[in-house]
């Protein structure tokens, strides 16, 4: 429709029989709160209906998401529509072969004779140019076949329909109405433009004339929008409460949402009242398989897929999950979004997903629900186990990340059950896979409490525990402790114990070792690792784990100073990845650990040019994998060697973001990074040369002896300190985007944030 003229109140005469008169707009029906945020959804529709093809548009959402709203708002600004636009509010009937009565009372067409109310209808709007905004039509959706023919009778009529289901017509196009914009967590300038935060100020005020969004109440709001999911009713709801409850207590509330998320306005239909009677008024629609399904889907906490709903829910009755799934989806009950490698994954609202759990645990299936649950979450944590190995690793892994909030409410069952040898089962099978996202302290707990317990009980799973146990605790730089809890899990381990384990298990004592500067006992638990895996080539995992291996060698003779071997087992690591046909770094999630290590050989030979390459590679490549410890060591890279090359600015603000992300993802960033950093040569203050050098220290020895580190300290200490600062505040993706884009011998001091360019290396990333 172009845009021409508002709603009339009167029409001019017409030579056929004329519709009955249209209502002004001041007479369309009213919600419970102004139009806030909605301007680009207000623009998306009227594009929509503005299309010459598109005469029938179906707003959907959840319950309270406001479609009523954004169709009363297209509506009262809709054009060129000279026969006026009518509003019919179905919620009062259920009947399917009511909506053409309903119709005509709101066109006040009297049925007269014999002739349908479809008929009468199509003889009133035919030639007719009109807006027809159907409400509610979630309850009387077998009726979508009679819109259709509706249209197909009337060809200059529009209808834009409100409804929690789609009509599922071939004439239907669908516009899913988002929720309001929220916040993003830490973002306070971002503050005033949400939408969700402005519509909760706005109804708030209106419930307490001297409510206002302060220093002091900004970020409770923020954080309760976003917890709310940034649904408009059940925004309006909590900020109803404003006059009894700060924005703060209401957080405290949440876990009584059902209660804090009630008492709307008496005038307004029951389903606006309250979220509970919200949802219930979806839920009461399905079908009893769907509300079984539904109710089961309730024990996830975050994101799931087909796969994760089928164990649930395969016995449910004789449709098949995804038939049921597909009748959520279109309920508007569960959401379908991208998921890894094309395939979907599904979510529901904080406040759905409160209804839905609450109604699993009311129920008898409860326990088996969980049982499944867990079961399910295990299964696929230890088929992603060795997925660090395995040529479709990143896409087990990515799948992984679809249910990483699903482990701990897993863990927690199992737990609650004392099932000993199921808890050791996933908490040590996770440890790879926190390994490399980056999320090690909570998981380090986890398996600390699942060791107690297996050995309280005498599991038989313990070993494998422990060691996992031992690989966090190394990681988080506790080397004494890794190495007791190692000495405790070989008296669990024997020639029987899984391969992978016995690996794990030798390469972790070797990684200690060499973290405690035992670097010729760790190079030998390296070689036993590497014949041990040498030796079994029927596994599809080994021979990328043999290009790990051989990197860890190559890190202990850096780690010894002698640079010429570490360069030899390096390229042996990447010719093995060759050899699978992968480029360097391809081969598998940790192949750019080589690269990283090539890096540090060009550095200790003063390559910086060519250390600098290595560096931002491996970086890349980490980035690429979502490899986090080897993205936080290359960037450290990055960062010494513009230090080494006297460009202490853009090093001191890369080793700030480094040290923070070292932090984020649990890593110790002395051991882990600035360690092998200082040895290799920064300036002063950085060098910190009166210090120990730790894991570093027979580097250093080697490689400068009694002589002083040609590097001129830094000119202005308290700029750099400001810039580490500064960077630690960098979001790492902006790091990343800032050290791939730096260009070694280019004038180093540049004030303010990123480049144009740096923003294009960014977005490409």
């Not at 008898?364 to 660090?388: D, G």
């Not at 317990?453 to 690989?471: C, D, N, Q």
């Not at 590679?617 to 960037?635: P, Q």
Request: aromatic share 6%; charged share 25%.
């Amino acid at each position: 429709m172009s845009h021409r003229s508002r709603l009339p109140a009167t029409q001019e005469p017409a030579p056929h029989p004329p519709i009955a008169r249209p209502l002004p707009a001041t007479t369309l029906p009213r919600r419970m709160t102004s139009f806030i945020g909605r301007e680009r959804e207000i623009a998306a529709v009227r594009a929509l209906l503005a299309r010459e093809e598109v005469r029938l548009v179906t707003l959907t959402g959840p319950g309270g998401v406001g479609k009523t709203r954004l169709a009363l708002q297209v509506a009262d600004q809709a054009e060129d529509v000279p026969d006026g636009v009518w509003f019919v509010d179905l919620t009062p009937i259920d009947d399917p072969a009511l909506v053409a009565p309903a119709i005509a009372r709101a066109l006040d067409i009297r049925h007269t004779g014999d002739r349908s109310a479809e008929e009468l209808l199509v003889d009133t709007l035919r030639g007719r140019r009109a807006l027809l905004v159907l409400d509610n039509f979630e309850q009387v959706a077998p009726a979508g076949p009679f819109v259709a023919r509706l249209l197909g009778s009337c060809p200059a009529l529009a209808v834009l329909v409100t409804s929690r289901v789609a009509l599922r017509v071939s004439s239907e196009y669908l516009y899913e109405v988002p929720s309001l914009l929220v916040p993003e967590a830490g973002e306070p300038n971002a503050m005033a433009n949400a939408d969700a935060v402005r519509l909760f100020a706005d109804r708030a005020a209106a419930r307490s004339a001297g409510f206002r969004i302060t220093p002091g109440n900004a970020e409770a709001v923020a954080e309760l929008c976003r917890r709310l999911d940034g649904v408009p009713l059940a925004i309006e709801l909590a900020a109803a409460r404003v006059n009894v409850l700060s924005p703060a207590a209401m957080l405290e509330r949440l876990d009584e949402r059902w209660t804090l998320l009630a008492g709307g306005p008496r005038d307004e239909p029951a389903r606006l009242r309250s979220m509970r009677e919200s949802i219930a008024w979806s839920y009461d629609l399905l079908a009893p398989d769907e509300q079984a399904l539904f109710r089961r889907l309730g024990v996830f906490a975050g994101a799931w897929t087909l796969d994760g709903a089928e164990a649930l829910a395969a016995d449910d009755g004789d449709r098949s999950v995804l038939d049921r799934l597909a009748a959520l989806v279109d309920a508007s009950l569960v959401r379908q979004e991208p998921g890894p490698d094309g395939a979907s994954a599904y979510t529901m609202l904080a406040t759905i997903r409160e209804f839905a759990a609450e109604l699993l645990e009311r129920s008898e299936e409860a326990e088996t629900v969980r049982r499944r649950h867990a079961a399910f979450v295990t299964a696929l944590v230890e088929r992603t186990e060795p997925a660090s190995f395995l040529p479709d690793g990143a896409e087990l892994r990515s799948r992984l990340r679809v249910h990483r909030d699903n482990i701990t409410p897993a863990l927690a069952w199992l737990e609650r059950r004392g099932d000993a040898d199921g808890l050791l089962r996933l908490a040590s099978a996770q440890a790879t896979f926190v390994h490399l996202e980056g999320s090690l302290p909570a998981a380090h707990e986890w398996l600390a409490r699942a060791v107690a317990l297996g050995r309280a009980t005498g599991s038989p799973v313990l070993g494998k525990g422990l060691v996992g146990l031992a690989v966090m605790t190394h990681l988080l730089g506790d080397e004494a402790l890794a190495l007791e809890i190692l000495d405790e899990a070989s008296a669990h381990l024997d020639g029987e114990t899984d391969v992978y384990v016995r690996i794990w298990d030798l390469t972790t004592q070797g990684l200690v070792a060499l973290r405690s500067n035992r670097l010729e006992h760790a190079a030998a638990l390296q070689e036993q690792a590497l014949a041990l895996v040498r030796s079994n080539p029927q596994l599809d995992w080994a021979p990328r784990l043999e290009s790990t291996v051989l990197g860890h060698l190559g890190n202990i003779a850096v780690g010894r100073g002698d640079i010429d071997a570490a360069e030899r087992w390096f390229d042996q690591a990447i010719a093995v990845q060759r050899a699978l046909g992968y480029e360097p770094g391809t081969s598998h999630t940790m192949a750019s650990h080589p690269i990283a290590g090539l890096g540090d050989v060009a550095r200790a030979r003063g390559d910086l040019p060519l250390a600098f390459d290595r560096y931002r590679e491996a970086l890349a490549l980490s980035l690429r994998f979502s490899d986090s410890r080897a993205t936080a060591y290359a960037l450290g890279g990055v960062a010494g060697t513009l230090a080494s090359a006297g460009r202490w600015w853009g090093a001191a603000r890369l080793f700030g973001a480094a040290e923070a992300y070292h932090a984020l993802t649990g890593y110790p960033f002395d051991l882990e990074t600035m360690d092998r950093q200082r040895a290799l040569g920064l300036p002063e203050p950085w060098l910190r040369a009166r210090e120990p050098f730790g894991a570093g220290q027979s580097l250093r020895d080697a490689l400068w002896g009694d002589r002083e580190v040609p590097l001129p300290p830094i000119p202005n200490p308290a700029a750099a300190a400001e810039q580490w600062e500064a960077g630690r505040a960098m979001p790492i993706d902006e790091a990343c985007a800032l050290a791939l884009d730096t260009n070694l011998h280019a004038p180093d001091a540049r004030p303010g944030g990123l480049s144009e360019r740096e923003r294009e290396v960014l977005r490409l990333l």
